[in-house]
């Protein structure tokens, strides 16, 4: 709602409040910022964007709330072209929840560097998910264009965390999912 409108909605509010005898003055002003303040304020589970995206500004998300990927796991989406017009890369957090595993996948054309900042992660890799490689909170790790992989969270009572940073700069375009050679 924008505040124009929210400012003509609380008018309107505190007119018919006024007219009923048994409210108090105190509760009419009480409701009234009450109201004003959760119409001012933004979702919590809104995306803000601060800056322009014009290539001359600096630009900050703010993401509450995780989106579901096309690896079935759930990230928050950060920089990428569709957030900040960004031109050659994409920078996301992504949770792999307790017991947890993402769908075998590739990125298709695209180097993918991913910082876990908690948890145990083993990364499935190869042509038939045959290799592996077990990575701890801490561990930089350099996922090569196209290779198939799958991350599976370690534990389950903790879900594991990563900051990955890739140059697909619209994120899950270039996302193909793997289906293993048998």
């Known amino acids: 709602?924008?505040?124009?409108?929210?400012?003509?909605?609380?008018?309107?509010?505190?007119?018919i409040l006024a007219r009923h005898d048994r409210v108090s003055d105190m509760r009419n002003t009480l409701l009234v910022s009450l109201i004003f303040a959760a119409l001012a304020a933004p979702a919590a589970s809104e995306t803000a964007i601060m800056g322009e995206r014009d290539g001359k500004d600096i630009v900050t998300v703010r993401v509450d709330e995780a989106t579901r990927s096309r690896q079935a796991l759930p990230f928050f989406p950060g920089i990428s072209t569709k957030t900040v017009g960004s031109k050659g890369l994409s920078l996301l957090k992504v949770v792999i929840p307790p017991g947890g595993k993402a769908e075998a996948h590739i990125h298709k054309g695209h180097e993918s560097a991913i910082y876990l900042l908690q948890g145990r992660v083993e990364t499935r890799y190869g042509e038939r998910l045959e290799k592996s490689i077990v990575n701890v909170a801490g561990d930089f790790i350099f996922i090569p264009p196209d290779v198939p992989h799958q991350p599976v969270n370690l534990s389950d009572s903790e879900a594991a965390i990563a900051i990955v940073a890739r140059t697909d700069w619209n994120e899950q375009e270039n996302v193909i999912l793997y289906l293993e050679k048998k």
């Open 1 to 15: 709602m924008t505040q124009p409108v929210a400012c003509r909605f609380i008018l309107q509010l505190r007119y």
